[in-house]
């Protein structure tokens, strides 16, 4: 058992930045992986970036260089910088964590790019 809460989103301009949070708990000590989804209006989820136990991140090729995703392991809080932020970001952020048994999920924070 999991919990996620994430916590940040809101509205920005154009060239903007803000910073999400994902706060776990319950059963964390089984999770071997994080990351953030997102999902725009009318479009599939997608991966944003993830990071692996032992520190490994990757990110998607549209926010290289943008967004970069980072866990504070002494309390289990994902967290996702955004920077330059653009209109095609808009969309609900989801944090999802993974064990070996199963995947858990955050019930997501809205982010609105828009001037």
């Known amino acids: 058992q999991v919990q996620l809460v994430e916590s940040g989103g809101g509205l920005v301009q154009p060239g903007g930045s803000l910073r999400l949070s994902c706060a776990a708990s319950g059963s964390i000590s089984g999770i071997n992986r994080m990351g953030w989804y997102r999902q725009a209006p009318g479009k599939q989820r997608e991966l944003v970036a993830s990071?692996?136990?032992?520190?490994?991140?990757n990110h998607a090729d549209s926010v290289k260089g943008r967004f970069t995703i980072s866990r504070y392991n002494v309390d289990n809080t994902l967290y996702l910088q955004m920077s330059m932020l653009q209109p095609e970001d808009t969309a609900v952020y989801y944090c999802?964590?993974?064990?070996?048994?199963?995947?858990?999920w955050g019930q997501g924070t809205q982010v609105t790019v828009s001037s």
């Open positions: 999802n964590a993974e064990t070996s048994g199963t995947g858990y």
């Open positions: 990071v692996t136990i032992d520190g490994s991140t």
